[in-house]
């Protein structure tokens, strides 16, 4: 491939065009599942091809991307699609999540509160939250037209009759200013309550589906509960192995086969800027050492 | 002492150094050319031609070198590179009655104008193995005929004359581009037509193997299969006329199904179409079948909920690009979901335990 | 609920249910034809035939399940009367899941399998913004008494019950929300007799105490003879006789229905 055979950022200035239309409809209509004309991408549909053309129609030659799988910068997806970019539109690119304009991610949101300007883009899998109690497209469009949500809410019924709490961990359905349930793509539930009235922009590309939805900034975002049963978001109840965050979504890593384990952020930016700041756990290694 | 394995960039670059490596294979064992490729490997060619929507037997065949022999991985580097291109303008409808035809066969009828012609077929081929192919002889050139300019006029038009078959619809709209458009659903004839020339030959196939076992019969006769090559054609607003701008090769396949009607309605035989790039007859017989299979409503028929009956199921899974690519991402890392999964077990597994001790 | 219903009938002269004109033709075949009549709050409607004889045609088209070919179904929505076969489909479903309800021959067409007996009451509350599970719950066992299913078997999913039971939960389902309107094919189809008349008096009951009104089409004259107040009675189509439930069974003036009561005798 000769980067300079393909336009910046890869996709041709009409297809960006067509994809700006569909963020700008997604944005008008927050939660809104807008179908769009998804192109082949240069890597497999489901490894992120709706965030990578998201993404591609929002970058300028002046953005700062960072690109996240699993909370991490250096996951062997998060590396290839950086690299893409790199190629492609030759733009600067950062792990701190505080220097990037535009940050793409996979399966979790970044620790770091995000601030205004910040365009957060995520991949997604299947963005219909209805499309495993209904199978056909036909009819969660119209279920998601009248607002018929009742079913959404019998299945988290049936978690708590069977398991006496509401039994969904990750792509934990949420309802966006009170009309349109949305997906927020598989982060974990955790991640769920910095959806809501964040300052960045929220950016949903599903490739494979063909659809883009998103939330502006400052958008009211609700986990689906009961009032008896309210949403709690839900972490290993453990401090960070490394930089002993207490508040920080983390990863269980096994360490032999004798059982032995340790817990460290999956958000590997916050992990490290807290390391350099001089907040240690009980494995944890000033930053230097490590080097 | 722990640390996060990193490294993914170097061990990517290794991995594509190895997977070239590995292509080339035995370096003492000369390599494939591109028009080796795409001279003796044809029908792989046209396979790649017609899923990956892209009439350029080079590229196709450079695809299938690049992915080494992987159809599906060829068909998607086509489709990948397809989309970048700019889409000038639409060819008028091809005249698949004015091909040049190699193959025309009828099922329906013992002999017929034009007259039938087997062509290049391993329909009568013995399936043994000819183990002279790899000694890698010459091959004796096949005997030849004049080619005969007599029309070759598709069959259903003789059935059409006799108002026994359904008239198509005629019409100067545009059909939706799938490859431009989202699918929307329900789809009309046109965009199924598309969506299962582009599907996968194995799920097609599959799909109307399904309903000669039944599932959704529509007792489909082999009406014409033909193979040959068209002129394409392109209106040119600045001459006011249409130019040709080439050549394709396709194959066409039109079935006649079971007539339908009733004492006040007169009985008719119904159609199912396929059109596929390249020799395809595989693909085009059972696209017919499929499209037939998927008018059920428009036909007034039942739906019975066979699955080639299901436009949603068909149209939305006959790709094999999507399909392979969500299907192979469920290897990418789900640690973070498997994490929050493993946490409400272990709690949903405390409360238990601890609901049992209580009782004991 | 039925107190609710109980007044709106004593407030209102108007019909509940306008039909005018109902026509489906299946290519050249005749579904139903011309069937007009009023429906009253309160009221109960059969609707009788033998297979065949247009009666479930009539009954998806009322119930907007399929578009007549002409004729207008109006229903005094809160908002006023509304012809429903032009109404807006978004309309006409919402209506379905508020004011109507529809009791299907077979249970599993209107029952979630695979959801728990309190789900299946729960999902019209849900659908309505019932956000407590608790309340939910104790309104589902409510209901689960009301149709004589045990409490105790909230949780289990209705693949477990027997076909009376499942027709059971179906109709509990369907009232939860105190529908104003309810279509029934067949209630008591595919069940044994014995398990009929505890169903039919269940229904009988549950019809009285909610003053529901009701369209229930039925080949079983005992069946009507119980709930309704009204007959009509469909032969090819065409609806060849109407009036009230005793007068038809008892005094049939059409030859079909003499020959459809003498068949049956005794109700």
């Known amino acids: 491939m000769t980067d300079q055979a393909y336009n910046f950022a890869y996709l041709d200035e009409q297809t960006k065009r067509m994809i700006r239309r569909a963020i700008l409809k997604g944005i008008a209509v927050p939660g809104y599942q807008v179908p769009f004309a998804s192109r082949e991408m240069p890597m497999p549909?489901?490894?992120?091809?709706?965030?990578v053309q998201v993404t591609a129609a929002c970058l300028t030659p002046e953005d700062t991307l960072k690109v996240?799988?699993?909370?991490?910068?250096?996951?062997t997806n998060a590396v290839s699609i950086r690299k893409f970019f790199q190629r492609t539109a030759g733009v600067a690119v950062t792990e701190a999540t505080a220097e990037a304009s535009i940050i793409q991610t996979r399966h979790r949101i970044p620790e770091a509160t995000l601030t205004e300007g910040q365009i957060l883009v995520y991949q997604v899998p299947i963005p219909e939250p209805l499309r495993f109690l209904e199978p056909r497209e036909t009819e969660t469009r119209k279920m998601h037209e009248l607002e018929e949500y009742g079913l959404m809410h019998v299945k988290l019924y049936e978690d708590i009759a069977r398991h006496g709490t509401i039994a969904t961990a990750y792509a934990y359905p949420v309802k966006v200013e009170g009309r349109y349930v949305m997906d927020p793509s598989p982060i974990p539930k955790f991640d769920n309550p910095k959806l809501s009235n964040s300052a960045a922009i929220q950016l949903f590309g599903a490739g494979r589906e063909q659809r883009i939805y998103a939330l502006p900034p400052y958008t009211h975002v609700v986990s689906l509960d009961f009032d008896d049963h309210p949403f709690v978001p839900s972490k290993?109840?453990?401090?960070?192995?490394?930089?002993?965050?207490?508040?920080?979504?983390l990863d269980e890593v096994i360490t032999d086969d004798q059982g032995g384990r340790m817990f460290v952020c999956s958000d590997t930016d916050f992990c490290r800027t807290r390391r350099e700041a001089g907040h240690l756990g009980p494995l944890g290694v000033p930053m230097q050492e490590t080097v | 002492m722990y640390v996060a394995v990193k490294g993914g960039e170097r061990a990517i670059d290794n991995a594509h150094a190895w997977l070239a490596e590995e292509r080339r294979g035995d370096t003492t064992v000369s390599e494939l050319s591109v028009a080796q490729i795409r001279e003796q490997l044809a029908l792989a060619v046209n396979r790649v031609m017609a899923e990956g929507s892209l009439y350029d037997p080079d590229l196709a065949a450079l695809a299938i070198k690049q992915a080494r022999g992987d159809l599906?991985?060829?068909?998607?580097?086509?489709?990948?590179?397809?989309?970048?291109l700019p889409r000038l303008g639409a060819s008028l409808p091809v005249k698949t009655e004015e091909m040049a035809v190699i193959r025309r066969v009828s099922a329906t009828f013992k002999d017929l104008p034009g007259g039938q012609i087997l062509g290049p077929t391993f329909d009568y081929t013995h399936r043994l193995l000819d183990f002279k192919l790899a000694a890698e002889g010459e091959v004796p050139a096949a005997p030849t005929a004049p080619a005969s300019t007599a029309p070759v006029p598709h069959v259903t038009e003789f059935l059409n004359r006799?108002?026994?078959?359904?008239t198509e619809p005629t019409g100067d709209a545009q059909p939706a581009d799938l490859t431009r458009e989202p699918m929307e659903l329900p789809a009309n004839r046109a965009l199924r037509l598309q969506a299962i020339t582009r599907g996968d030959e194995g799920f097609i196939l599959s799909m109307a193997y399904s309903t000669q076992r039944g599932y959704g019969r529509t007792h489909a006769f082999v009406g014409e299969l033909r193979i040959g090559t068209v002129a394409v054609e392109m209106d040119i607003p600045e001459l006011g006329f249409a130019v040709e701008i080439g050549e394709i090769e396709l194959t066409e396949c039109e079935t006649v199904n079971q007539f339908k009607g009733s004492k006040t309605v007169a009985p008719q035989f119904t159609r199912g179409y396929g059109l596929v790039f390249g020799q395809t007859e595989r693909k085009a017989i059972a696209?017919?079948?499929?499209?037939?299979s998927l008018r059920w409503a428009e036909l007034g028929e039942d739906y019975t909920g066979a699955p080639a009956q299901d436009e949603e199921f068909v149209l939305m899974h006959a790709d094999n690009v999507q399909a392979t690519g969500f299907l192979e991402h469920i290897k990418l890392p789900h640690y973070v979901d498997f994490q929050s999964e493993l946490e409400l077990v272990r709690r949903l597994r405390a409360e238990v335990f601890a609901t049992q001790e209580a009782a004991e | 609920m039925g107190m609710l219903n109980l007044n709106l009938t004593a407030e209102t002269d108007q019909p509940l249910l306008s039909v005018q004109g109902l026509t489906k033709r299946y290519g050249a075949r005749i579904g139903c034809a011309d069937v007009s009549f009023d429906l009253f709050p309160g009221e109960v409607l059969g609707i009788v035939g033998e297979s065949g004889s247009g009666k479930s045609t009539l009954l998806s088209c009322l119930a907007g399940h399929m578009p007549p070919d002409q004729g207008s179904v109006i229903f005094q929505t809160a908002q006023g009367p509304r012809d429903t076969v032009t109404m807006a489909e978004a309309d006409r479903r919402r209506m379905a899941r508020t004011d109507w309800a529809f009791v299907h021959q077979n249970p599993r067409d209107g029952l979630r399998m695979g959801v728990s007996a309190g789900g299946n009451v729960g999902e019209r509350l849900m659908a309505i913004g019932a956000r407590h599970y608790g309340d939910i719950r104790d309104k589902a066992i409510d209901w689960l008494g009301r149709v004589e299913i045990a409490a105790d078997r909230i949780d289990d999913r209705p693949r477990a019950f027997s076909g009376g039971m499942q027709q059971r939960l179906q109709i509990a389902r369907n009232l939860v929300t105190g529908p104003r309107l309810v279509f029934m094919d067949e209630p008591t189809g595919g069940l044994d007799v014995s398990v009929q008349a505890r169903l039919l008096d269940l229904l009988r009951g549950l019809v009285r105490d909610m003053g529901l009104s009701a369209i229930i089409v039925t080949h079983d004259l005992a069946v009507v003879r119980l709930l309704a107040d009204r007959l009509m009675v469909m032969k090819s189509g065409h609806v060849v006789e109407q009036g009230l439930t005793d007068q038809v069974l008892d005094d049939p003036q059409h030859a079909y229905t003499q020959l459809l009561v003498s068949s049956v005798l005794q109700v």
């Open chain 1, 45 to 51: 549909y489901g490894w992120g091809t709706g965030g």
């Open chain 1, 68 to 75: 996240i799988d699993q909370g991490a910068d250096d996951t």
């Open chain 1, 236 to 249: 290993a109840p453990h401090d960070c192995d490394l930089c002993a965050a207490s508040d920080s979504y």
């Open chain 2, 72 to 84: 599906i991985e060829a068909i998607f580097l086509i489709r990948a590179y397809r989309t970048t």
């Open chain 2, 162 to 166: 006799e108002g026994m078959i359904e």
């Open chain 2, 287 to 292: 696209m017919s079948l499929v499209d037939r």
